[in-house]
């Protein structure tokens, strides 16, 4: 059960709190959404049991992991996955950082009032903008990812997961059901749920694919170090199943949820769209107090919510990183622990800085267009870093691991009814290796961005 909820705690995260509302908005609604629950079942789902079984079966972190599965050079593969945990990490936490802000803020607010003349689009790039802020909101975020991992996975990990996912539930169930009373609400479902193809491009297609691996923390390498943690009595097919299932539930509550509230106040849905971080900390923080009912109460749950669902994340992360340094560097956790969240801390500062508190590193030229070190590292993260490592761990366990040897972890009287392995097999084979390389198509040839 730790188990279980630990890695539906990698997996909820921004990427469904921020990022899929978003694109969803962006990518008009009911046909993107779902292309995306397609992509979840018919890729997401598999790879999701690949990793862990991975994990399960070699009992190793992802380095050692996959040259044991697959052979030597595959080592390589699982240290490209350390090194996009390491990015990821760096940046992600700036986000939560913010998090961590408007949880301060709305409960300041609540408290004393929110300010009639208060611009929230100001305030969010004033924020934003502070170096000094940022420095201080993102290194609280990184001291608790790090306070927690330094406990190992069941005394910190584990432990945290099971306090804080059940909160998160209850949250974003208090939530929902404000959501569905508001007036918006109809329409917002409307928009979630009724398919319209003629607005969908082959790009949405592909964004709801690369999506699916970041929401499901795929691509990587943390399924399978947390693949390692499963007990033998336990099925992988079930716990790829449970947590895939619970990850998109979250991701269409919280689309639900900001729907309802942007459709219910006239002329905002023209107002967002510009940005996944306008919606989240300049749209809702002014909705919470002028027309969410409770929003006073309900806005700082919000925010907490946020920011408990970032941490869970932000730990299996740096977990991806620091269990590298222990098995394949004979480190002892404590030292592998603090040293790489030193590191990572580097680069969060860089990205952090980067929307205007240090012009340098907030807008340089990359290829042709100009760019900060956030959305440098976003771009990386998105396009190459995770699509490449899936790709390849999706051909290892297809191609590379023979069928005794995946089968053997699949099936079992654990395993339940419904699960197939002939299937299973061949979207390892063909569907997913053909799905995620048209990400790297895309990318490569047609010069499209994701991130
Ligand atoms: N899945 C998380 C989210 O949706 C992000 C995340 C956590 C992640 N761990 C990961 C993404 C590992 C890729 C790989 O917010």
């Not at 949405?204 to 170090?225: D, K, P, Q, R, W």
């Not at 991806?320 to 030193?342: C, H, Q, W």
């Not at 760019?371 to 390849?392: I, K, R």
Request: hydrophobic share 55%.
């Amino acid at each position: 059960m730790g188990f279980i909820l630990a890695a539906t705690g990698s997996a909820i995260g921004l990427g469904n709190l921020w990022k899929f509302p978003f694109i969803t908005w962006e990518n008009g609604g009911g046909a993107f959404v779902l292309i995306y629950l397609m992509c979840i079942v018919g890729v997401g789902l598999p790879i999701m049991m690949a990793e862990l079984l991975i994990g399960r079966k070699t009992q190793k972190s992802p380095v050692g992991a996959l040259k044991e599965a697959m052979g030597p050079w595959w080592g390589w593969v699982g240290a490209w996955g350390v090194m996009a945990g390491f990015i990821i990490l760096s940046y992600y936490s700036v986000v939560a950082g913010w998090s961590l802000f408007y949880f301060v803020k709305t409960v300041g607010w609540s408290l004393g009032g929110f300010p009639a003349d208060l611009q929230t689009g100001e305030l969010f790039t004033d924020v934003i903008g502070n170096g000094g802020l940022q420095f201080l909101l993102s290194g609280l975020f990184m001291a608790a990812t790090v306070g927690i991992v330094y406990f190992g996975v069941h005394g910190g990990i584990e432990r945290v997961a099971r306090i804080f996912l059940p909160i998160l539930f209850v949250i974003l169930l208090l939530l929902l059901a404000s959501a569905l009373t508001m007036e918006g609400a109809g329409e917002a479902l409307a928009f979630i749920f009724r398919p319209n193809f003629s607005e969908l491009e082959p790009r949405s297609v592909l964004e709801a694919l690369g999506h699916s691996f970041f929401t499901l923390s795929l691509g990587m390498g943390a399924m399978i170090t947390y693949g390692s943690y499963v007990a033998r009595n336990r099925s992988i097919v079930s716990a790829a199943g449970t947590i895939v299932l619970l990850d998109t539930v979250i991701a269409l509550f919280a689309t639900i949820i900001m729907f309802s509230v942007i459709f219910t106040v006239p002329g905002m849905s023209e107002q967002v769209g510009r940005s996944a971080a306008g919606m989240l900390f300049i749209s809702l923080p002014e909705l919470f107090y002028n027309v969410v009912p409770f929003g006073a109460v309900l806005g700082p749950l919000f925010y907490v919510l946020v920011a408990l669902a970032a941490l869970t994340s932000t730990i299996s992360l740096l977990e991806v990183v620091v269990s590298y340094f222990i098995d394949e560097r004979n480190m002892p956790r404590p030292k592998a622990t603090l040293l790489s969240g030193a590191a990572i801390f580097v680069f969060t500062v860089l990205s952090a800085l980067s929307f205007g508190a240090l012009p340098a590193l907030s807008n340089f030229e990359i290829f042709e267009g100009k760019a900060g070190v956030f959305s440098t590292l976003d771009h990386f993260a998105s396009n190459w870093a995770l699509p490449l490592g899936g790709l390849l761990i999706t051909l290892g366990a297809g191609w590379f691991m023979t069928r005794e040897a995946t089968e053997g972890e699949l099936v079992d009287e654990t395993t339940p009814r419904w699960f197939r392995y002939g299937a299973w097999r061949f979207f390892m084979r063909y569907v997913a290796p053909v799905a995620v390389a048209a990400i790297l198509i895309a990318v490569i040839f047609f010069g499209m961005d994701f991130s």
